[in-house]
């Protein structure tokens, strides 16, 4: 029987990681008496100390430093292979053909599908434009498996995983009038060219929970395919445009525009991970949308959880 078990490893590397033997129990599972134990009687075993006890953080010896190099070396590959074994014994392997409703969330989906590529490389991924056609119904038909929207539609058959919610906020340019307010009304931008990206008005956050519910209609609105030409535009006095605030934080940092919350309160969309129930709890599935939830706030400014 071996003298160094699996368990072993895992218990010094929180000893390490933890600096004390009380916060390696918690992070293993165990009560401090019953991991004491185990290294008290994996010493034994072995004929030597593994570390300097009554130090903090715990110092270990030669012995430990070795058994602590296997355990880096040897952990990661049986955490890849339990991977690779939950995978086939779960069918983790699928599809997922996705369609994104929001032009803004490329700057986070693609790093997230990367980062989803590497743990999840038996799935099929792939992407389709979202603003040619209805996404949520054709996920409903089962021509799509994924769609990335903040509009949920009442379908019994399709669940809505919440990824984050985000402020709306209005861009205008830094010398404009409502440069100098802390929030704007809806009447404020009846005399405003509003820049939009090109899909229906009933799928802008400005639309359906700003101006429409006050009855009130910009004085024209100029269309743009690219978040950077309508920061450019706005900040060229051309217009002003809503955005989702992390989509704005780069361009305010650089001082090209000024951001303004959509009334006193701000207008607070969720975007959900829309999926069909039957699928939900496909492992893949929850994989990606944990993949790209984590994805988002490593990177993403002025996001905050969503509530499920």
Not at 271 to 285: E, G, H, K, N, S
């Amino acid at each position: 029987m071996s003298q160094v078990e699996l368990r072993h490893l895992r218990t010094l590397v929180a000893l390490r990681d933890a600096g004390s033997l009380v916060e390696a129990a918690e992070r293993v599972y165990l009560t401090q008496s019953a991991l004491s134990h185990q290294l008290k009687d994996l010493e034994t075993r072995l004929g030597c100390a593994l570390f300097i006890r009554k130090t903090r953080p715990v110092r270990f010896t030669t012995a430990g430093q070795r058994l602590l190099r296997l355990a880096d070396d040897v952990l990661p590959l049986v955490h890849g292979a339990e991977q690779d074994l939950a995978r086939l014994a779960g069918g983790e392997a699928g599809r997922i053909f996705m369609a994104i409703e929001c032009h803004s969330c490329f700057e986070w989906l693609l790093p997230a599908i990367d980062r989803y590529r590497e743990a999840w490389h038996d799935v099929e991924l792939d992407i389709a434009s979202g603003f040619h056609f209805a996404p949520l119904p054709a996920l409903a038909r089962g021509d799509l498996d994924l769609v990335i929207t903040a509009d949920p539609i009442d379908d019994a058959g399709l669940a809505y995983l919440p990824l984050f919610s985000y402020e709306a906020q209005l861009a205008v340019a830094r010398d404009h009038p409502l440069a100098s307010r802390e929030w704007v009304e809806p009447a404020d931008l009846a005399g405003e060219t509003l820049i939009s990206y090109p899909v229906d008005r009933e799928r802008l956050d400005i639309f359906k929970k700003f101006l429409d519910p006050a009855g009130v209609e910009p004085a024209r609105i100029r269309n743009a395919e690219l978040t950077t030409m309508m920061v450019q535009l706005v900040a060229s006095g051309r217009g002003v445009v809503c955005l989702p605030n992390w989509a704005l934080h780069e361009y305010l940092e650089r001082d090209y525009v000024v951001a303004r919350s959509l009334g006193e309160e701000g207008v607070w969309p969720t975007l959900y991970a829309a999926v069909r129930r039957d699928q939900q709890a496909a492992p893949f599935i929850r994989g990606f949308v944990e993949v790209a939830r984590q994805t988002c706030f490593d990177n993403l400014v002025g996001i905050v959880t969503a509530d499920s």
